[in-house]
């Protein structure tokens, strides 16, 4: 059909779902998602702990990461397939590059609104610096940490799937793509909602974790960049 309509798109998930080819093209993405975001985790909390507890270097550095944060990062897929070519390197850089944003920012926020309570008790110990900022800075950037997660969730879906388009990554970005381009708007119209179901899904596993893991933990509303 050239327009997706409701009872088309019904009538195609049952094909769709069991598609071997829509099945590896969906695993694909989802590993590069989850990949992509456990990377943009780690170097987000060790930057963003940099950046909220050396004033002057958030200062120096705030203005860059404002600015690209405000990029449209589909303008780096060109630019980043001459560097590591049409692969799914490509499609994880672009993943890392959307997600780490609004986590860098957020832990920041996080590391450098730490209590001045806390602060000036690791003072009065005489607690190195090291110990201040594992011990102190670091269980009060993860509230903010979470939520930068919880942002980054949907960014990086959109990074995966805007880099399968523009560089013929196979994944289901690709997928939606080819369906649409041969006319198969049903095809694709199901597997654009199998992606937001993951991608709803992922958010509450995040938010089930944190519910089972971290009951002291009270959510902290996620920021974007001023």
Known sequence: AYIARPLGVIGDIG?????????????ST??????????????????????????????????????????PMIALVPLLTVWFGYSPTTRLVVIVIEAILPIVYNVAEGAANVPLTYLEVARIHRAPWWRVWSGIALPAAVPYLLAGVDLAIGRAFVGAVAAEFIASIAGAGYYIDY???SFQEDNAMVALIVLVVFAVALRGLVNLFVKRAMRWYRPVSGRGMA
Do not use: K, T
């Open 15 to 27: 094909p769709v779902l069991s598609n071997g080819a829509f099945l590896h093209d969906l695993g």
């Open 30 to 71: 989802m590993l590069a998602v989850v990949e992509g975001l456990a990377i943009a985790a780690v170097l987000g909390l060790a930057a963003g702990l940099v950046m909220g507890r050396l004033p002057d270097l958030r200062r120096g550095l705030g203005i860059y990461v404002n600015s690209f944060y405000a990029m």
């Open 179 to 181: 369906n649409v381009h």
